[in-house]
């Protein structure tokens, strides 16, 4: 994956990570829960968090099989 396309992958995640934490989706999360254990507002929280960084692993460390060689060259 060229830096280009990377660059532009990493901008659309920090985008939608920032409509996520707006207004209307946390309060769509924000509601009390009579069973659970985690409010659900921490537990939306929590997972998005985790998935972003998932995201930006795989979007910044993944390589193609070969691309070290062409890389060395």
């Excluded at 990493?10 to 946390?26: K, S």
Aim: hydrophobic share 45%; aromatic share 16%; net charge positive.
């Amino acid at each position: 994956m060229d830096k280009r396309k990377k660059y532009n992958k990493v901008w659309m995640l920090g985008v939608v990570l920032v409509i996520i934490y707006t207004y209307p989706f946390l309060s769509v999360a924000d509601k009390k829960s009579a069973g659970a254990l985690i409010p659900p507002l921490y537990a939306y929280l929590f997972i998005t968090w985790i998935i972003a960084i998932i995201l930006l692993f795989f979007t910044g460390e993944y390589r193609s099989k070969g691309s070290d060689k062409n890389n060395k060259e």
